[in-house]
């Protein structure tokens, strides 16, 4: 199964992104899918997951904020961002684990920015 993140750019402080991974294959595969992020110089940090039960989970930072959902039919993962802070800047990416087995999608670049 191969993952391919999109809908990163530039937003401005306060503003709103909606991040979307596309697999090839049925998500309903995964145990459990997520959203990562890294930021120049930092090492790579869980953002969000959520299992094929629905359960998720999220860091401290983007409780309240963002939003992490997904529809087996289209094949997608979703990431919805709001109230985006120039901490939040980083390139995101879309991962799935099914066991031992993990996948990951290239990343795709948020810029919060005035």
């Known amino acids: 199964v191969q993952l391919q993140a999109s809908g990163g750019g530039l937003v401005q402080p306060g503003g709103s992104l909606r991040l979307s991974c596309g697999a090839s294959?049925?998500?309903?595969?995964?145990?459990?899918m997520g959203w990562y992020r890294q930021a120049p110089g930092k090492e790579r940090e869980l953002v969000a997951t959520?299992?094929?039960?629905?359960?998720?989970l999220y860091a401290d930072s983007v409780k309240g904020r963002f939003t992490i959902s997904k529809d087996n039919a289209k094949k997608s993962l979703y990431l919805q961002m709001n109230s985006l802070k120039p901490e939040d800047t980083a390139v995101y990416y879309c991962?799935?684990?099914?066991?031992?087995?993990?996948?990951w999608g290239q990343g795709t670049p948020v810029t919060v920015s005035s």
């Open positions: 991962h799935g684990r099914r066991g031992p087995l993990e996948y």
């Open positions: 294959g049925s998500i309903s595969w995964f145990n459990s």
């Open positions: 959520i299992t094929t039960g629905g359960s998720s």
